[in-house]
């Protein structure tokens, strides 16, 4: 299966702590978004890469979240002093970048956090 | 500010009876609108979208329309099977390098064999 994926795909921590969600995409696809969702509301955006560039950020990123894709490949999403309002479903999505508007944007199975 | 709207939470259809269901929206620079499918412990799986310069597509048994003076679309599938329960959302986007996807709350289908 060459979809996205997503690890770890639960994670509980206490919280204060840190915690860091890794997304592999669709190999080959140059655009890659990450999403949170909680419950009973649609996921909503939160950046968005092109290739490495991290080219917009929700202003739901507060400063405590930081994402990366280094290579352009895998991205990774930390949360720093983590937060009970963190709890949520947090999903990662990639596309092709090339027919522009619609076009098709494929999710992993996400990560859901819960913080004690 | 919930520029995408889905106001049945939830929706109960008979096997081989059509589904419809509903979205409205508030911008209108929305180019683009989607529909996805979400089971639970998945991500959202992508159905069908629809370009703003169109009123109607179809692929196989869903169909979408865009009735663009009402800000309004809907997404029908006939027949229903029972494989079809999930939530589906309906997501916009706006024309831009981002191309992010603005969802509405979703709607769960379920389907009575």
């Known amino acids: 299966d060459t979809g996205v994926s997503q690890n770890p795909r639960h994670k509980i921590t206490k919280r204060g702590q840190n915690v860091t969600f890794r997304c592999d995409p669709i190999s080959e696809h140059n655009r890659l978004y990450w999403y949170r969702q909680t419950l009973g509301q649609g996921p909503e955006f939160l950046t968005y890469?092109?290739?490495?560039?991290?080219?917009?950020k929700s202003r739901l990123l507060s400063d405590r979240f930081s994402a990366e894709r280094p290579k352009g490949s895998f991205s990774t999403l930390e949360i720093q002093r983590t937060e009970q309002g963190d709890s949520a479903m947090y999903l990662c999505?990639?596309?092709?970048?090339?027919?522009?508007?619609?076009?098709?944007?494929?999710f992993g199975p996400g990560t859901r956090l819960l913080v004690l | 500010d919930q520029q995408v709207k889905q106001n049945s939470p939830s929706l109960s259809v008979q096997e081989g009876r059509i589904s419809i269901l509903n979205c409205d929206y508030t911008n209108s620079m929305f180019d683009y609108f989607l529909w996805y499918k979400k089971y639970p412990a998945e991500g959202p799986t992508f159905l069908i979208s629809i370009s703003s310069i169109k009123d109607k597509n179809e692929d196989g048994r869903f169909t979408v329309f865009l009735n663009k003076s009402a800000k309004h679309l809907s997404l029908h599938i006939v027949p229903s099977q029972p494989g079809d329960s999930a939530v589906y959302f309906c997501?916009?986007?706006?024309?831009?390098?981002?191309?992010?996807?603005?969802f509405g709350t979703g709607t769960l289908l379920a389907v009575q064999p």
């Open positions: 999505a990639s596309s092709l970048g090339l027919a522009g508007a619609g076009e098709t944007q494929y």
């Open positions: 997501a916009a986007t706006i024309g831009g390098a981002t191309n992010k996807l603005i």
């Open positions: 890469f092109q290739n490495e560039a991290q080219l917009e």
